[in-house]
């Protein structure tokens, strides 16, 4: 859908026409090549450099035939997604992470994260050395991005943005999910499984703000612990000790009106942006220096 399409009809001339200061074909290859951060759902014939970090193989029967498709993670220093082949690998498993060049290859999305699709081998070949800073670990990598640019962009892995915290939902803390498809349950019940015996999560759902961009904010497991300072047994015992809506207020009291960094991914759609984060930090203030600060900002006395 965002690859442009020239139609010619019976009314077309067209002619060889040379321009010496036109670019030559190496250099216009060069410079066609797509980043990662810039992949579009259906888009096709897309060129990119990428480093694959992780592949797996996966068999499956399509009418009665056995078939396989190989599937991971690659990343360039603008970010991170999938990639899916429908071929023999042109390297090693042993080889990762492996720099490779990819020609004509077509763009799907799943959950709104791209998915560069190879029908043939051909289609890449592997480099000796990546076109960035070979010492740079893209495994995993955080791309340092504008809260703004977080909500008007498209959904993406492997980023890092931050904001003032203005809300903490009611329903962080401990969690039960679906063991069939990890979905919160509500009262033992699934939306779409059903009755669910549930296993424990623990979650924190959070509003950030900059500059009026809002995102919302859904905090795993062991960044949530981290973010508050506590174990899981600390912060049942807090639970057990205020009730869960005093924790929820207790989280607010700590976290609300403070800077807030995350790690993870995001997915942006009609409803808005929400980021998945792996990771959740506070800017930590000098509450000396944070009021000094303010006096000047408002220009007190």
Request: net charge negative; with cysteine.
């Amino acid at each position: 859908r965002d690859t442009p399409e020239l139609n010619f009809g019976r009314t077309t001339r067209i002619e060889v026409y040379h321009d010496a200061n036109f670019a030559d074909l190496d250099t216009l290859n060069e410079k066609s090549l797509t980043s990662v951060s810039a992949l579009r759902d259906g888009s096709r014939d897309v060129d990119a450099v990428v480093q694959i970090t992780e592949i797996t193989k996966r068999t499956f029967n399509r009418d009665g035939e056995e078939k396989f498709l190989w599937s991971g993670q690659i990343a360039d220093p603008t970010g991170r997604c999938r990639i899916s082949l429908w071929d023999d690998l042109p390297f090693k498993e042993t080889d990762l992470p492996v720099t490779v060049q990819i020609k004509g290859a077509r763009v799907r999305a799943w959950q709104g994260i791209p998915d560069i699709t190879v029908d043939n081998a051909e289609q890449m070949t592997v480099l000796e050395a990546p076109p960035w800073d070979a010492d740079m670990d893209l495994t995993n990598h955080a791309v340092e991005v504008d809260l703004a640019e977080v909500v008007a962009g498209p959904s993406r892995v492997g980023l890092k943005t931050s904001g003032m915290l203005v809300s903490v939902r009611e329903d962080s803390g401990f969690i039960m999910r679906c063991t069939e498809c990890r979905r919160v349950l509500r009262d033992g019940i699934c939306s779409d499984c059903g009755p669910n015996a549930g296993a424990e999560d623990i979650r924190m759902r959070l509003v950030v703000d900059l500059d009026g961009a809002t995102a919302a904010v859904l905090v795993n497991k062991d960044a949530t612990l981290a973010a508050l300072d506590l174990d899981v047994d600390a912060m049942r015992s807090k639970i057990d000790e205020i009730g869960e809506q005093g924790f929820v207020q207790h989280v607010r009291e700590q976290m609300l009106g403070r800077h807030l960094t995350v790690t993870g991914r995001s997915i942006v759609d009609e409803q808005g942006a929400m980021i998945l984060a792996d990771g959740c930090s506070m800017e930590v203030h000098d509450p000396q220096m944070r009021a000094s600060e303010l006096r000047a900002q408002w220009g007190w006395g």
